[in-house]
Each structure stands twice: as C-alpha cells, then as structure tokens.
C-alpha cells in the first residue's frame, strides 16, 4: 500500500492554527525537518492512517520568528532545538529551549550558511598527440 501525500503551503502566521487543526484532527507529528534553498524551508509532517500531511513554509532568510509548536505537540521541541542550532532559524517560545547548546557544534548555525557552488570538472576532448587536461 502507498501512503498519500498532500503538500500544503503555509507562513509562521498560519502555523499553529494549522497544526492544531491536524492535532484535533487525530494526526501525529512524524518530524520537522528544513534545508536550505535560496533561504530557507521548513517541513512539518503528520499522518493518520497512512495519510500523510505536509506544511511547507518558506523564509527568505533565518531572521524572520517561527511561533513553536511544542505548545501543540510537546515532542516537537526536540525538532525545534534542532533546527534552531543547525540552522539558526528563530523559533519562539520552545517549551524547552536548550538556547543554542542543544547539540555540541564546531560552528553554529552552520547549516545556514549558503553551501558554495559546485565545482564542475569538464574534460576537454583530446586531439591526437595532446594529453587530457581537466579545466
């Protein structure tokens, strides 16, 4: 059986509604997870039944305040003190707030730095008789 997926775009204004709106609901929050895109996202997921939920909110940079949701879903602090250390995303009001020592890190927030660009190696065609230079 294949689980259903449905994505949803939501902002830290709408967050906890939502997640109280999939608490009542019956859901249980399986994780939060972010990445970083040109900022950043963060995905809540939730399932019931094998149907799977998804909120997705999208922050241009690390400033802008996320509300907590462990008001909601206690377990969720862990997420959150996660994402905060790793990513240095501003989550207000975590039940329990390690304030940054959640994780033992060489660098902080050192997820929220933009990885640098790849380095692409081309292998230019030799001609007979040259040898195979990488630019």
Do not use: C
Request: glycine fraction near 6%; charged fraction near 25%; aromatic fraction near 12%.
């Amino acid at each position: 059986m294949i689980e259903s997926q449905d994505f949803r775009e939501t902002t830290p204004e709408r967050l906890i509604g939502e997640v109280q709106g999939m608490r009542d609901a019956g859901y249980r929050l399986v994780q939060i997870g972010a990445t970083r895109t040109e900022g950043f996202e963060i995905n809540y997921s939730f399932d019931r039944n094998l149907e799977f939920v998804n909120f997705k909110i999208r922050l241009a940079d690390n400033t802008e305040a996320i509300p907590s949701i462990s008001g909601v879903y206690w377990s969720a602090f862990l997420y959150e003190n996660e994402l905060h250390d790793l990513f240095g995303l501003n989550i207000k009001n975590i039940h329990i707030d390690y304030q940054g020592h959640f994780y033992r890190v060489a660098r902080p927030a050192a997820f929220a730095e933009k990885p640098p660009p790849p380095k692409i190696k081309r292998a230019v065609k030799p001609t007979a008789g040259t040898e195979v230079k990488e630019t």
